[in-house]
């Protein structure tokens, strides 16, 4: 009799497990994805239909540094100098060069790297993500994030991962109007030490009409609302958002963490001697954009 139970209890379970895999399966063919945008790196140069490298012609947040349109800053790495990313890697690193004028007159003693999909591709609404890894130290300011086409903040900012230096966090905001600079929208994921921001970590935003999802490895961190941003202004992440990936040199964000004034604002000596010796870095595996539809 105790026997019989048992398979009594045996066919229900796998009766129970059946249905739940046929609805798992039925809900996930239900909705269906289309990948829209991505980017390997796997050439080993710039896909100029999909990037388009900034040049300085602005300056924002007292940065450090010159964006410029140069293989000193943006290049590409194969093989074991890929570090892990099997098809090679983005890299962005800022340099030291004093002096360094900008075609509108402003002296920079930085340049670096600031690429953007404006132009050649932009999207609303699924998931955009990228697999990267990073150098620390105090003022190293690499970023992951999106823009809206128009006026600043009004069309919007999605910074899906940025860093200012410190390995055991990164950090993910929203900026729009009312609720931009000292924005209310910001949250940090504190990393293990076995598994800081030098190590890969795929960070991505899930992004439909009324939330932003942020999840670094897979696992949400913070989500910012329609109804939580319409208590400081308008939902404005309702049009379409570009792409960007740059790394900032100081600047008023890493100094507002760090207080370092010198050997320059917002950036640390420590900082200035791994980018002289060229060693400070923002690795990128791949960029990808998903659409999301029943």
Same mark, same amino acid.
């Given at each position: ?99 360094? #004028? ?13 690429? &953007? ?52 966090? @990164? ?10 600079? #000292? ?35 897979? @696992? ?28 900032? @040199? ?6 507002? &963490? ?37």
């Amino acid at each position: 009799m105790l026997y019989k139970k048992y398979i009594l209890i045996a066919a229900i379970t796998s009766l129970t497990a059946t249905a739940f895999s046929q609805a798992k399966k039925t809900s996930h063919t239900a909705k269906t994805s289309t990948v829209i945008f991505f980017d390997d790196f796997a050439a080993g140069k710039l896909d100029r239909t999909k990037w388009q490298p900034v040049i300085t012609g602005f300056h924002v947040n007292d940065e450090l540094q010159a964006y410029v349109d140069s293989g000193a800053v943006i290049s590409f790495v194969q093989g074991a100098a890929a570090q892990g990313a099997t098809n090679g890697a983005l890299v962005l690193s800022p340099k030291y060069s004093p002096g360094f #004028e900008t075609f509108d007159g402003q002296s920079f003693d930085f340049i670096s790297g600031r690429l &953007i999909t404006q132009g050649k591709f932009d999207f609303t609404y699924g998931r955009a993500e990228a697999r990267i890894k990073i150098t620390t130290g105090d003022g190293l300011w690499p970023a992951w994030w999106m823009l809206g086409n128009g006026k600043w903040p009004q069309s919007g900012e999605t910074d899906i991962m940025e860093f200012i230096g410190e390995g055991d966090w @990164v950090s993910a905001a929203v900026h729009g109007p009312g609720y931009s600079g #000292e924005t209310p929208f910001v949250n940090r994921l504190y990393l293990p030490k076995n598994n800081d921001a030098t190590q890969w970590h795929t960070y991505a935003v899930d992004w439909t009409p009324e939330s932003l999802v942020f999840k670094y490895d897979g @696992v949400t961190m913070f989500r910012v609302t329609k109804t939580m941003a319409e208590h400081y202004g308008k939902w404005v992440f309702t049009d379409k958002q570009y792409l960007i990936l740059n790394f900032a @040199v100081g600047g008023i964000y890493p100094f507002k &963490i760090n207080g370092i004034k010198k050997p320059y604002y917002g950036l640390s000596q420590k900082s200035l001697d791994l980018i002289k010796a060229g060693k400070a870095h923002m690795m990128v595996d791949w960029v990808k954009v998903t659409k999301y539809s029943k």
